[in-house]
């Protein structure tokens, strides 16, 4: 059973920083990619980022580039999300998804946007949100 869980949402002022983590549990094989995505009240989901266990391959959204830094940590099982430079356009729910077959996932193939509808496994969501 392929298990997701995030934490380290919270409020942050604009221009803050904040560091989400996802603790990935059940994957069968090391063959599979972590992505996040966000959403915001009355919008569609995105995907923001992604990486794959199998080589570490990444990929940003253009809208979080050189603000946003996915990484991880094999031996604690955890993705990371640094989120730098935080505005009020970053606020959302914020949910790490996971799927299999990394080479597929991430980074994503053209049309190169992450699709929230390839990953089969979902947290349960962090909320951030950014305000003075």
């Known amino acids: 059973q392929v298990l997701l869980a995030e934490s380290g949402g919270g409020l942050v002022q604009p221009g803050g920083s904040l560091r989400l983590s996802c603790e990935v549990s059940?994957?069968?094989?090391?063959?599979?990619?972590i992505g996040w995505f966000r959403q915001a009240p009355g919008k569609e989901r995105e995907g923001v980022s992604c990486i794959s266990n199998t080589d570490g391959s990444t990929y940003y959204a253009d809208f979080v580039k050189g603000r946003f830094t996915i990484s991880r940590d094999s031996a604690k099982n955890t993705v990371y999300l640094q989120m730098n430079t935080l505005s009020p356009d970053d606020a959302a729910d914020y949910y790490c998804?996971?799927?299999?077959?990394?080479?597929?996932?991430?980074?994503?193939?053209?049309?190169?946007?992450?699709?929230?509808?390839?990953?089969?496994?979902w947290g349960q969501g962090t909320q951030v949100s950014v305000s003075s």
């Open positions: 998804a996971g799927g299999s077959w990394a080479a597929y996932l991430c980074p994503p193939t053209f049309p190169t946007i992450m699709r929230h509808y390839e990953y089969d496994y």
């Open positions: 059940g994957f069968p094989s090391s063959d599979y990619a």
